[in-house]
């Protein structure tokens, strides 16, 4: 099982980034996904999720409106498509799969999650 991040980098406030996440070893459909960050001197937290087997889709408030879940069967991979960024949003993403936290993906409890990718720096600047 493996899950690669791919995506990041450098941008201005206000522009965009596509995330993605490359899953193996597993079917989307079996697991919920979550989208997690940790900015500099900050904890780790969850951002947003998905779980496509019972279509659920969940935001943070903070990147609620500007932030987009999706996925791709085919390529078995998620995205996490950022609009309007902010210098906030600075931090390192990680994407994690659930195999259990469905329906409460959007509790974004850490140890729920059972695998997770590298982590990939995004960073906005003013």
């Known amino acids: 099982v493996q899950l690669v991040e791919s995506g990041g980098g450098l941008v201005q406030a206000g522009g965009s980034l596509r995330l993605s996440c490359a899953a193996s070893?597993?079917?989307?459909?079996?697991?919920?996904i979550g989208w997690f960050r940790r900015a500099p001197g900050k904890e780790r937290e969850g951002v947003s999720c998905?779980?496509?087997?019972?279509?659920?889709?969940h935001y943070v408030d903070s990147v609620k409106g500007r932030f987009t879940i999706s996925s791709d069967k085919d390529k078995n991979t998620v995205y996490l498509q950022m609009s309007s960024l902010k210098p906030e949003d600075t931090a390192v993403y990680y994407c994690?799969?659930?195999?259990?936290?469905?329906?409460?993906?959007?509790?974004?409890?850490?140890?729920?999650?059972?695998?997770w990718g590298q982590g990939i720096q995004v960073t906005v600047s003013s």
């Open positions: 994690a799969a659930s195999r259990g936290a469905g329906y409460g993906c959007h509790e974004y409890i850490i140890y729920e999650y059972d695998y």
């Open positions: 070893g597993f079917s989307l459909d079996d697991y919920a």
């Open positions: 998905l779980a496509s087997r019972i279509g659920k889709t």
